[in-house]
């Protein structure tokens, strides 16, 4: 071994180093090491479930949120078919009480154009039979009492008004 230029003597003190500082840490060094991994690994371990875990719940979360904005964007629809409903119904009433309010100032219109026309034909006939009264009286010159007057021109303003 010589002429490999390895020394024997030497290779042992180097094994024996090697095997006594190998028992030294595998005693004093790896233990604490190992246990330190594994603390390690389990940490990592639980951040993952824990990450897991949040991800979990934060998917149920936003499920549940979505849930509740449809639920309320439902709702909204609903409250908007119900006012613009609503509105129609307003609206629809509006129109029936305006249609009654014109109906009834045209009914008022017409009983006041009808009363009008009672008024000047009433008007009229007086003018007519003072008209009268006062022809028959030049052509009769005071010969006819005033009832009998009156009972003639009565007579003439009936017979007119039925024709």
Request: proline share 2%; glycine share 2%.
């Amino acid at each position: 071994m010589a002429q490999l230029g390895i020394n024997g003597p030497f290779l042992l003190a180097q094994i024996v180093n090697f095997i006594i500082l190998y028992l030294l840490l595998r005693r004093f060094l790896f233990p604490p090491l190992m246990k330190m991994l594994d603390e390690r690994k389990q940490r990592i371990a639980d951040g993952l479930a824990a990450a897991d875990i949040a991800r979990k719940e934060a998917e149920e979360e936003r499920s549940r949120l979505m849930s509740q904005i449809d639920a309320e964007r439902a709702e909204a629809q609903h409250r908007v078919a119900a006012a613009s409903a609503q509105a129609e119904r307003v609206k629809a009433d509006i129109l029936t009480d305006a249609r009654r309010e014109a109906e009834a100032i045209k009914a008022r219109a017409v009983e006041e154009a009808e009363a009008e026309k009672q008024r000047i034909l009433a008007e009229a006939q007086k003018q007519i039979a003072e008209l009268t009264l006062l022809a028959t009286e030049r052509v009769v010159r005071r010969g006819l009492d005033e009832k009998t007057q009156r009972k003639l021109i009565e007579d003439f303003l009936s017979e007119t008004s039925l024709n």
